[in-house]
């Protein structure tokens, strides 16, 4: 069974500062996305990755995939409030059934 | 513009009965879902359709039921056999891969509540 972990579950971080945030994965998948969710609203797709060593990039928001580790990784660089939500990873096990990571909860605070 | 309609925003159940939640797309998706979430938790897969007239069961699926009779339609029933629905359902449709990109969309949510 398709077991998808994230870490940290909670995050507070100070403005300007970096962090990653972390999603491992217990079995083979070349599909990774992470999305957004504010408080009480549907979840935002930020990134989707497709193949081992892919990296995308959106304003201060990092995302890579390693297949072999099973690990992919949200890099946060020089946080602003705005960054302040949940954030998901979702791991595809095939033929479109995915599966979400708890959810990290990221505050940046001023 | 393309995107997923869910209905009703907020819908309240009183015990015992069964309610149907809906879920239309007009991205012209072969995949549709329904998720689950529990105040700070995470999302957890009760019914998935990768085509018409085809769904499989995901993690929780007891106490639900679904149907694909339409390609953008994807309604779920939350019967009176799931002992407790209160949370928030999302609906979500995505392309098959290697059709255009297996982005998953969702839609805005049903806050479901039981009385």
């Known amino acids: 069974e398709l077991k998808v972990e994230q870490n940290p579950l909670f995050l507070s971080m100070q403005e300007g500062k970096n962090y990653t945030i972390y999603c491992n994965y217990s079995?083979?998948?070349?599909?990774l996305y992470w999305y957004r969710q504010d408080p009480g609203k549907s979840l935002e797709s930020l990134f989707v990755l497709l193949s081992n060593g892919a990296v995308k990039q959106e304003g201060r928001l990092m995302a890579s995939l390693d297949t072999k580790a099973r690990l992919s990784t949200l890099h946060i660089t020089a946080a602003v409030h705005d960054l302040s939500a949940t954030y998901f990873c979702a791991v595809d096990k095939g033929n479109n059934d995915m599966r979400f990571g708890a959810g990290t909860r990221l505050t940046v605070k001023p | 513009d393309g995107g997923i309609t869910q209905s009703p925003k907020y819908l309240f159940r009183k015990e015992g009965q069964n309610v149907t939640l809906s879920c239309e797309q007009n991205l012209n998706h072969d995949a549709m879902y329904w998720y689950r979430q529990d105040p700070g938790q995470g999302l957890r897969l009760i019914y998935y359709?990768?085509?018409?007239?085809?769904?499989q069961k995901g993690d929780i699926a007891e106490g639900y039921s679904v149907s694909r009779e339409k390609k953008e339609s994807f309604p779920l029933t939350v019967t009176s056999a799931q002992k407790n629905p209160t949370a928030f359902y999302l609906c979500?449709?995505?392309?098959?891969?290697?059709?255009?990109?297996?982005?998953?969309?969702f839609g805005p949510g049903t806050r479901l509540t039981v009385l």
């Open positions: 359709s990768q085509i018409v007239n085809d769904f």
């Open positions: 079995t083979t998948s070349d599909r």
């Open positions: 979500a449709s995505s392309q098959i891969p290697g059709q255009g990109g297996p982005l998953m969309i």
